[in-house]
């Protein structure tokens, strides 16, 4: 065998069960959303019907989409503000400050990025119980009895539930990120701006944050993408959209429609939707952070 | 005179700093820990107040839920899920990752795009499609020979699982081995290895931290996934976090808390005790390819 020909059967040795394995079971079912996106299919019967784009228009008028829509897109900007707010902060503080204990805040910080969805959801059920949940029963304790609410079974505030349980899970995960970035910042920075009085709050906003923008820009289309996909996760195992819609989001709403309803037409058209939105709204708010990189 | 005053606000921001750090490691260690505490509890105590400590080592929840709610079964599903997923992940990412990072050839270009492309696919759209594409196979299957292969298999479940992983891992790998200079291969050519040669006893041997990273993380994603396991495997053959959802559902209709929270340690346990051994690794590791699903 020549050279040439067994340097070929090795590339293809090598690659072809990857790309094989990528095509049947990662492409092949994207291509599938979209394409069945246009059907009307219902049932396991298999009955499918061509209707063109007449899932988009039912779409556009069903107010339970919309509602989860709306939930979708306050779930995304909460968790985006809190967690960025937190894990800048106690990141800036891990790696700029003498911290004792450093490595143990980091580690713990952390736990909740390894834990299963579903133990988040039975731990934020525990904590959310309205009788013996540990949230209820610590206000109980410190008389703060009207503070005391049934945070999974009040309309008004579950979204905010749910979002707070995010929250938890994503700060260690985002933190440990901006760390390694603001770990490469030259030590030498801080030591000139301390020498010239800037204080503590100063070098963040004229140091830190401007090094380290490129690495939030990242992490800003990160808390889209993974807020709609945590989001449906947390939520199907933790309430299944309840009470009465108000917790309903992007793909739990997709899964109820596709896997429960067995509208696959109707639930892959809701996932065109919500695929197009995520990329659309990355692609802006990345376009409208950008600043001029600064090099150091 | 200000030099006092900076020396107290310097302290107030010191005091303030702490304040904040204990609070977030207590919001996290205390629910974690509560659990712990739970599953050790009879069912009498979850009435009154959930902060007293269990009254004793009540381990009937841990027999309950393993044998009853058949947790034990599903942990077995789950081990082997995730070794076999993390076996096919290996043999499939490494010889693919080496070559589309070290040669050049015909498309090679193009197929690095394309698997990159599979970074943004995410799984939770795709599930009802696999879950169609398997159930089809199944019912070609079943007109030929009458019997079902394709969906609750959990080998099957394994093989979509190292699919699903195949993007990211072989990015994570490639980027690593790009970085290694031609030199190995010269070397390994003059002492006249052939291709397979090298790779196998040269160049994935190298590659060993990029592995462990790759283990790490991938180990954690294929234990605790259940969208996919859920929609792929309906029958009675449960993943645990699948049947911990079952076991969640069940003991709060039956107001039984203990199994509940039992179930949830055998969950999280054994990727707790992961963590505490290679913690260092994974912070670190994750640096190298931040990417989340």
């Known amino acids: 065998m020549s050279k040439k020909k067994s340097r070929a059967l090795f590339i293809f040795i090598c690659i072809s069960p990857a790309i094989l394995l990528f095509t049947v079971f990662m492409v092949v079912p994207t291509i599938e959303v979209f394409r069945m996106s246009l059907y009307r299919w219902g049932g396991l019967s298999g009955s499918k019907q061509f209707v063109g784009f007449d899932n988009f228009k039912i779409l556009w ?51 909740p990025n390894i834990l299963s969805i579903v133990v988040i959801a039975g731990i934020f059920s525990a904590v959310y119980d309205p009788e013996d949940g540990l949230l209820n029963s610590i206000f109980g304790l410190l008389s703060l009895d009207s503070w005391e609410q049934m945070w999974l079974g009040n309309h008004d505030i579950v979204i905010y539930s749910v979002a707070g349980a995010l929250v938890w899970q994503a700060i260690g995960y985002y933190m440990v990120m901006y760390m390694s970035s603001m770990a490469s910042v030259p030590a030498s920075f801080y030591e000139a701006a301390s020498l010239e009085g800037a204080g503590k709050i100063k070098q963040f906003t004229a140091i830190t944050l401007p090094l380290i923008w490129n690495n939030i820009r ?40 596709a896997y429960g309803n067995s509208t696959y037409g109707y639930g892959m058209a809701i996932g065109v939707v919500v695929f197009t939105f995520s990329f659309l709204l990355a692609a802006i708010i990345s376009r409208i952070t950008k600043r001029d990189v600064l090099e150091y | 005179m200000k030099k006092t005053k ?7 921001f010191k005091s303030f700093i702490y304040v904040a750090l204990i609070g977030l490691a207590i919001s996290i260690i205390i629910p974690v820990a509560w659990v712990f505490m739970a599953s050790l509890k009879e069912n009498s105590e979850f009435y009154g107040n959930p902060w007293a400590l269990p009254d004793g080592f009540y381990i009937q929840n841990f027999v309950e839920a393993f044998i009853e709610a058949n947790m034990g079964q599903y942990l077995l599903n789950s081990v ?14 490494l010889p693919a990752a080496y070559v589309l990072s070290r040669f050049r050839f015909f498309a090679s270009g193009l197929l690095n795009v394309f698997v990159k492309a599979g970074l943004f696919i995410n799984v939770s759209y795709i599930a009802v499609p696999i879950f169609l594409l398997l159930l089809g196979w ?19 479940l394994a093989l979509i699982y190292a699919s699903t992983a195949l993007p990211f891992t072989i990015f994570l790998l490639s980027s690593y081995f790009e970085t290694l200079p031609s030199d190995f291969e010269e070397a390994a050519n ?22 462990i990273i790759v283990v790490l993380f991938n180990f954690l994603l294929f234990w605790n996934e259940y969208i996919l396991a859920l929609t792929i495997m309906p029958g009675d053959n449960k993943t ?32 707790l005790i992961l963590y505490m051994i290679v913690q260092k690794r994974l912070t670190e590791g994750m640096t190298v390819g931040g990417v989340k699903g």
């Open chain 1, 218 to 257: 990242t992490t800003l289309a990160f808390y889209i993408i993974s807020t709609i996909n945590l989001s449906f996760l947390l939520v199907k195992a933790m309430t299944g959209g309840g009470p009465g819609g108000t917790t309903e989001v992007f793909l739990s709403y997709m899964y109820k429609q």
């Open chain 2, 240 to 271: 645990l976090p699948v049947g911990l959802l079952n076991l969640m559902a069940a003991e709060r209709a039956a107001v039984n808390y203990g199994p509940m929270y039992a179930g949830m340690v055998i969950v999280m346990l054994p990727t």
């Open chain 1, 61 to 111: 008028n069903d107010t339970d989409f919309i509602q989860s829509f709306q939930n979708s897109v306050l779930l995304i900007v909460l968790v985006a503000i809190i967690t960025l707010f937190f894990a800048v902060f106690f990141a800036a503080i891990l790696t700029r400050e003498n911290i004792m204990g450093n490595n143990m805040f980091r580690i713990v910080f952390y736990i």
């Open chain 2, 6 to 12: 900076r020396i107290s606000t310097d302290k107030l």
């Open chain 2, 80 to 93: 082997m899920v995730t070794a076999l997923a993390l076996l096919f992940l290996l043999v499939v990412a």
């Open chain 2, 138 to 156: 199944d019912t070609q299957l079943r007109a030929l020979m009458g019997e079902d292969f394709f969906l609750n298999n959990r080998v099957m």
């Open chain 2, 190 to 211: 003059i002492d006249g290895a052939g291709y397979f040669r090298t790779m196998f006893s040269v160049m994935l041997p190298m590659a060993k931290p990029s592995i």
